[in-house]
């Protein structure tokens, strides 16, 4: 049988080779893994590896939400343009910032990807700028000249922002 933490371990790969695609469950818990639970429900709440945050374990459908560094890892394991929406280069920093991506502003998104999915936000250099949520199907997001294609979660400016301020409180 399993112990606790290799079954959470087996538990989160499958999910995450099931959400974003085969291989990004090794990628993402590549390295010291660490569950935090919940202290009310002590149900599994995040996810961290070698210290950082990779993803949250989103209560009300059971789904991982990727942070930026969980995106980085899952972006080094699936080929291009799998589960990616590029946008144009005049949108890059913005969206880096934080801000959601608007149809009118993707180039390219991966005609796989559906509503609620959670999708990786690159340039067209494929260097990523952001993690969130689409909210259009990728055919949607490359036909469509308005509204909301992404909300985005975070952005790699914002993180960047973030984790600078956070070095200097200490």
């Known amino acids: 049988m399993f112990t606790d ?37 002590e149900r599994l709440r995040h996810i961290f590896v ?7 374990f989103r209560a009300h459908d059971g789904m991982l939400a990727l942070t930026i560094e969980g995106a ?33 502003h993707v180039l390219y998104a991966d005609p796989d990807i559906r509503p609620g999915m959670d999708v990786l936000v690159v340039d067209p250099n494929d260097n990523l700028l952001a993690v969130g949520r689409a909210v259009l199907s990728g055919e ?20 960047k922002a973030k984790s600078k301020g956070a070095e200097e409180a200490q």
Do not use: C, H, Q, W
């Open 72 to 104: 980085r890892r899952v972006k080094r394991a699936l080929p291009f343009p799998k589960l990616r929406v590029v946008v144009k280069e005049e949108a890059s920093r913005p969206v880096a910032e934080g801000r959601s991506v608007f149809a009118k």
């Open 140 to 159: 949607e997001m490359v036909t469509f000249n308005s509204g909301i294609a992404v909300k985005v979660r975070s952005g790699i400016l914002r993180e």
């Open 50 to 56: 070698d210290g950082k945050l990779v993803a949250t």
């Open 5 to 41: 933490e290799e079954y959470l371990r087996r538990k989160v790969r499958v999910l995450a080779d099931y959400l974003f695609g085969p291989g990004a469950g090794d990628v993402l818990l590549e390295g010291e893994v660490r569950f935090e639970f919940s202290r009310r429900t």
